[in-house]
């Protein structure tokens, strides 16, 4: 089993709508989560932080479920420009980051 | 604030070259990391290091050595390249003191031939 599992997609929505992507990570030892942003051949950006149960900035809200061992990325209004990949991020201990191989959204007028 | 910066930003290789990659950071932080990224495979670490004077292998470590020049920089050295080598790597910086979120560099784009 993968260390940190998502649904690669890709997920088409229209502008407006509200779309909710999930991750599973296997270390019950895990501690901080994160979300982060890739647009096509650029760098990862962090988009949120999830240290406690949730984390809401704006039109993105990230859930942690540690009893299911699952985190969420909810987003609201969706826009063209929310149009990237998604990486779900877990820290499992040691300054180490696993990386899920990411949920592509395509978002179109 | 340049953040964390990255040379070169491509590169061709010829099988058997060697190059360095060049990281360097601006947030007086104390962790860096090499990572390579492959399409379907996620970003995988090849090295870390945690503070100055110190580092260690990730994922990936093989056909690499890494150096933490300082603080502020931490070069990935591929010795003798190989095509499985053809990668998208990036590093990044921790602060390292108690949050653990990563700032990534524009990355390096290698290909051998």
């Known amino acids: 089993r993968k260390e940190v599992e998502q649904d690669p997609g890709p997920f088409n929505v229209p502008e407006g709508a509200t779309v909710a992507f999930n991750c599973t990570y296997s270390n019950s030892a895990s501690q901080s989560f994160f979300w982060y942003r890739q647009d096509c051949r650029k760098e990862p950006k962090l988009l949120m932080s999830?240290?406690?149960s949730g984390n809401e900035d704006g039109r993105f809200t990230a859930q942690l479920n540690r009893a299911s061992q699952y985190i969420s990325l909810l987003i609201r209004d969706s826009k063209l420009s929310d149009s990237a990949t998604y990486l779900c991020?877990?820290?499992?201990?040691?300054?180490?980051?696993?990386f899920g191989t990411g949920t592509r959204l395509l978002v179109s007028p | 604030n340049a953040g964390v910066t990255q040379t070169p930003k491509f590169q061709v290789l010829k099988t058997g070259q060697s190059m360095t990659l060049q990281c360097a950071q601006d947030?007086?932080?104390?962790?860096m990391y090499w990572y390579r990224q492959d399409p379907g495979m996620g970003l995988r670490l090849i090295y870390y290091?945690?503070?100055?004077?110190?580092?260690d292998k990730g994922e990936v470590p093989n056909g690499y050595n890494v150096s933490r020049l300082n603080k502020r920089e931490f070069s990935l050295r591929l010795e003798s390249a190989a095509p499985s080598q053809t990668s998208v790597y990036f590093c990044a910086s921790q602060t390292g003191q108690g949050a653990y979120e990563q700032y990534f560099g524009p990355g390096t784009r290698l290909t051998v031939t």
């Open positions: 290091s945690a503070s100055e004077g110190t580092t």
């Open positions: 999830v240290y406690s």
């Open positions: 991020v877990v820290n499992t201990g040691f300054q180490k980051l696993v």
């Open positions: 947030m007086n932080h104390n962790s």
